[in-house]
């Protein structure tokens, strides 16, 4: 990368970088805007997700875990025989 380029910082990297220095009003908008884009993102996957079961006939997945499957997994130690669906699979 020569001199003249820059770097482009993410968000997040704004937002650190604006606490840092003290400047919480800046970190603040910088906060609200990431957050109001993560909720925006997971509407928009909802959104997709309720048209495919309507329009497609793509069944519910239940992604749900209880507290209790979370509690055992936690005191065994043992995450393997969790079952995390098949977006998991993705990142093995």
Not at 23 to 41: G, H, P, R
């Amino acid at each position: 990368m020569s001199d003249t380029e820059t770097v482009e910082l993410s968000s997040t990297e704004n937002l650190i970088g604006a606490l840092e220095v003290g400047n919480f009003a800046s970190a603040e908008e910088l906060f609200n805007t990431l957050i109001n884009d993560k909720v925006q993102d997971a509407l928009d996957a909802e959104r997709v997700n309720v048209a495919n079961q309507i329009f497609n006939g793509v069944e519910e997945e239940d992604l749900e875990v209880t507290d209790e499957e979370i509690d055992a997994a936690f005191e065994s130690g043992d995450f393997d025989d969790v079952e995390f669906g098949e977006e998991a699979d993705d990142f093995e």
